[in-house]
């Protein structure tokens, strides 16, 4: 039951976009069409932004858009603003448990 | 609007056990899983387990099999984490979280810092 696997490190200036992928297997991302994504700023819970590959909750901005093929999903921020500097994480449903990636963080350079 | 509210931090001795709560408001309580999340110092998101309150059903990663339990009282819309033979390296922030049907996690409580240290 290891982590999804996300790359460590992202980044991107103000108004750019950026992409974090997130690769699991075929009992994971591959196999189920549940993968969510999170942000998390320093000191505070997560925040869903992203459910059901590509779905976004109310409230959250269309900047953010997800998508999958096959065992890898991808979370998309364009037109990168401060405020998007966080960590993320993203999450597949795995049969009977869920599983994290390994996290990225987000710098706005 | 949905609320999630954990107990407070603790501090425990190896060995020992550490039960954390986390009580719903607003919103439906028994159409839902809670999902239990930790975060060790610095590290990423390691999902523990979940319960869904109405069939009082858990789940657990296999990781903490056989040292964590799930429990949740619908009277009083709490759900618990009771985790037990506690090492250092489990000291960690634990999140609860509503997670529905989508395996998604909409909303999270603030989260308990479990210290663990002798």
């Known amino acids: 039951q290891s982590a999804l696997t996300q790359p460590p490190s992202a980044s991107g200036s103000p108004g750019q976009s950026v992409t974090i992928s997130c690769t699991g297997t075929?009992?994971?991302?591959?196999?189920?069409?549940?993968v969510s994504w999170y942000q998390q700023h320093p000191g505070k819970a997560p925040k869903l932004m992203i459910y059901e590959v590509s779905k976004r909750p109310s409230g959250v901005p269309d900047r953010f858009s997800g998508s999958k093929s096959g065992n890898t999903a991808s979370l998309t921020v364009s037109g990168l603003q401060a405020e998007d500097e966080a960590d993320y994480y993203c999450s597949s449903y795995a049969g009977s448990r869920e599983v994290f990636g390994t996290g990225t963080k987000v710098t706005v350079v | 609007q949905v609320q999630l509210v954990q107990s407070g931090a603790e501090v425990k001795k190896p060995g020992s056990s550490v039960k954390v709560s986390c009580k719903a408001s607003g919103g439906t309580f028994n159409s839902y899983a809670i999902s239990w999340v930790r975060q060790a110092p610095g590290q990423g998101l390691e999902w523990m387990g979940g319960?869904?309150?109405?069939?009082?059903?858990?789940n657990y990663a296999q990781k903490f099999q056989g040292r964590v339990t799930l429990t949740a009282d619908e009277s009083t819309r709490t759900a618990y984490m009771e985790l037990s033979s506690l090492r250092p390296e489990d000291t960690a922030v634990y999140y609860c979280?509503?997670?529905?049907?989508?395996?998604?996690?909409?909303?999270w409580g603030q989260g308990t810092l479990v210290t663990v240290s002798s």
């Open positions: 319960i869904i309150p109405v069939f009082g059903t858990a």
């Open positions: 979280a509503r997670e529905g049907f989508t395996s998604a996690c909409d909303y």
């Open positions: 075929s009992s994971d991302v591959g196999g189920y069409n549940y």
